[in-house]
Structures are given as C-alpha cells and as structure tokens.
C-alpha cells in the first residue's frame, strides 16, 4: 500500500502532523475532513484521499479520532523511531542547525560533527565535538550511521555525498544547492532555498505589479 | 490571467525556470513538453497546463523556444526587476545566508542588516555592517524597502514581523519557524525545515523499513 503514497501526500504529511498535533494540544479529539481541510487551506476531498492511501479510517458523524491519527503518521513518519545522524560542514548553516535543534523532537540525535577547517576541528558546539572529515568513513562504518545532513559548499558536495553512500549512509539532507547523483535507493530530501525565494519573488510580483 | 496561477504552479516554476537555464547553457533552443516533463519527473500534459495558464505558447512539432520562455519566465518571476531586501536576525543562519549568497543572482541586493545583540552590531558581514534592530523601521521607511528576511527566534518573530509590516515591508522570507498572522496581503514565504526533515524521515522509513 505504502509505495503507491504520491509526492503530493509526502509533501502535505508533515503539514497533517503538525495541524493535528496543535488540535491534540487543544484538547480535540476527533476532526472532520473538512475541518482539517480548512486549516489547511485544501479540500476535504483531498484530505480524505489522502488518508484513504494513508490506511487513516475515520467514523462516519464523528470525523477522525485525532490521538490515533496522530499515532499512526507519527508511525508512518518514522518520528517513533530514533535515528542517530551525523551533520557534515559546520560552517555557518551547520553550525545555525546544531544550536537551532529542531532534530531531537522527531528522535534525530545528533552524534557527530565533521568539518575540513582545522579551525573548527576540535570545537564543541552543544556539547559534540567537530572531527576531522578524515574520520568520516570510519565514524559511519563503526557506529552504522544510516542518516546524515550535508551542509558542505556545492564543489565538493558530490564527493562527499558518494564518499558517506559507500561508507552505509542510506538517507541525505541535502543543503549543498547541487545534485548529489547518487543511486535511487538512497533517499535524498534536497533543500533549495533558492527555489523558495524565487517563489517569494513571484508572489510578491503577482500581488504588487500585476 | 495570473490571479488563476495555482499554488502547484507556483512550486514548479522555479523548477521549469531552473530546467530551461540549463538547457540554454546547452545550446539547446527548442523543447518539447515530454522532454521537460521527463526532466522534471512530471507528466507532459501537466508542463502543457502548466505554460497553457502563464501563457506561454510552442508551436507544433518544434516544441517550446527555450530562450523566450526563459525570458517570460524570468519576467513573471519579477527576477528581473532589482529588489533591495534587508536581514534582520545575523545569527548563524543570517550570516549564512549573506555569505553563501544566492541573492544577487535572482536580482535581490541585500542593503541592510539587523540584529538586537550588541555584539553582532557594528560587525561588517560581506562588507555590510549590522545595525541594531532600533533603526529598522526609520530605514524600512527612509529607504522604501518592500522585501525582508526574517531569521530571528520564534517568539520575537511575530512582533518584529508586524513592526516591519507597519513600516513598509509587503513581502517576508520567514525562517523563524513560527507563522507571522499577518494580512493576506503581505507575501510570506516560509522556511519549514522541520516539515522537509520529516519528509526525510518518512521517504526513509518507506524505503528501508517497510
């Protein structure tokens, strides 16, 4: 059932958890499609699409008992589950990640650090300490690190991502603004912040000059 | 015409834009929708729908001319008007963002940096010095600044949001993982890095778990 879910479903998955969670917090325990719709600013047929592919039942009159939903794409997601990564570039942005910690509430530990600056190798930042890339492979190989952000300028990027792939890591956030190549099997999930300011752009264009 | 663009659209437009720059440095001056749409993973009656509502038009058996839809693309993005944008937030993540800059190329010139922390104010960041956030509204007005970057924590980022609104401000790339409630017409665009790490996750999950 799974392998049928779209991109589109992908895509709009978080933004279900994060609704959902906020009604949970308000003590709302059932939710129609509708409803939800609303807050998410698509139809309620799209919602019930969704969770149809999903596997979310809901109860006709009553809506969707919101705790188990919850539960169940918490599940879907991954969330229960503790990953441990490992953040690769600790310039500015690595670093902005590290200190801005959003990874622990979706059980990503952070558990290593690595950079080429020798400036920073040795530094703490949250309490772990930045290695040499040169431990890079081995650090993956011993502790079986299958996740990892890569936050590394654009020209080395490639190499880097390959490098981590041969070593076990199976799944990359991609900050490096380039293509990694890598093969299908390992799960990508690319950030380009160019693409959104870009979108920024249009919309204010369409707002204010159209 | 473009108050029916969708926001599916609007997510695939930098995409296309991307796509057609590239084949413009390959010489190539023609393309049809399926050869798009293969580069983009999407359908070719979807490209076609897509440029059927911006209004850009191919011609049978040739396809699409690369370099006029580069151009029109380029134009409803407003890329190639010069936005003067303003930083406010030089932590890690705003510095990151003016060192790795990916604005000029878009036509965003960065002209001002802000920041409430009295050791950031008065340090130069790519030539730019920051100010404290207590001259912010006199130089949103001074200097007629429409667009902003928003990189401040959470629970400041509402307030400041609506300060830089009332002084001029009508379109905001928010990274401050909050949402600003601000009128419908200002132009937000927000940074949800915990929604593609969850992404991350799920795609993960599907891939290795399942």
Redesign the interface.
């Known amino acids: 059932m ?2 049928k ?1 779209s991109k ?1 479903t ?2 709009r ?3 279900y ?2 609704c959902i969670e906020e009604m949970l917090t308000q003590g709302i325990d059932h939710i129609s499609s509708s409803a939800l719709a609303k807050k998410m600013d698509i139809t309620a047929s799209l919602v019930r699409q969704d969770f149809n592919v999903l596997g979310l039942f809901g109860q006709q009159g009553y809506g969707y008992p919101t705790q188990k939903i919850y539960l169940k794409i918490k599940d ?4 229960n ?1 503790h ?1 441990h990564i490992i953040i690769v570039g600790t ?3 690595g ?3 590290v ?2 910690n ?2 622990e ?4 530990h952070i558990v290593g650090l690595f950079d080429v600056n020798p400036r920073l190798i040795g530094l703490e930042i949250s309490g772990i300490k930045i290695q040499s890339i040169d431990n890079l492979e081995e650090f993956i190989k011993k502790n079986r690190i ?2 990892a952000v890569l936050t590394v300028p654009e020209n080395c990027a490639k190499k880097i991502g390959k490098q981590m792939v041969d070593a076990g890591i ?2 990359i ?1 991609n900050f490096s ?1 380039t293509d990694l190549n890598l093969p299908e ?1 390992i ?1 990508v ?1 690319n ?20």
Chains 1, 2 share one sequence.
């Not at 509430?105 to 990503?108: D, E, L």
Request: net charge positive; charged share 10%.
């Open positions: 799974q392998n879910i589109a992908i895509v998955l978080p933004q958890y994060n879907l997601m991954g969330i589950c990953h310039g500015n942005l670093q902005a990640l200190i801005n959003h990874f509430k979706y059980g990503f299958t996740m199976k799944a956030w603004h099997k799960t999930e950030i380009c912040l160019s693409d959104s300011l870009m979108k920024l752009s249009f919309r204010f264009h369409l707002q204010n000059v159209s």
